[in-house]
Nanobody
Framework: QVQLVESGGGLVQAGGSLRLSCAASGRTFSTYTMGWFRQAPGKEREFVAQVSWSGSTGHADSVRGRFTISRNNAKNTIYLQMNSLKPEDTAVYYC??????????????????WGQGTQVTVSS
């Protein structure tokens, strides 16, 4: 059974940093794109960043230059380093893994496996 477990969320002041982790179990995801999404209260879930099997990355315009996604295949884990946090970054952050190996689509429906989410709250 595949499980994705996020950690590292919390409360931080604007301008601060947090590092989210997502540990996968039940399958090796080294050949799968993995990513982060977020959902703010009253809003739809949105793409944040993804890292492909080859290590190439993509980030949403709203976080580019502030957030950095990375992966450690030996640990079957991905990370999201979040710097210069803003109140508008407040959301539940979800880790996700692609349905198909060697696919780099950013579309939400390309992701088949999801974590339970971790709350990030940025105070002004």
């Amino acid at each position: 059974q595949v499980q994705l477990v996020e950690s590292g969320g919390g409360l931080v002041q604007a301008g601060g940093s947090l590092r989210l982790s997502c540990a996968a179990s039940g399958r090796t995801f080294s050949t799968y794109t993995m990513g982060w999404f977020r959902q703010a209260p009253g809003k739809e879930r949105e793409f944040v960043a993804q890292v492909s099997w080859s290590g190439s990355t993509g980030h949403a315009d709203s976080v580019r230059g502030r957030f950095t996604i990375s992966r450690n295949n030996a640990k079957n884990t991905i990370y999201l380093q979040m710097n210069s946090l803003k109140p508008e970054d407040t959301a539940v952050y979800y880790c996700a893994a692609h349905r198909t190996a060697y696919d780099s689509s950013r579309k939400e429906d390309a992701y088949a496996y999801w974590g339970q989410g971790t709350q990030v709250t940025v105070s002004s």
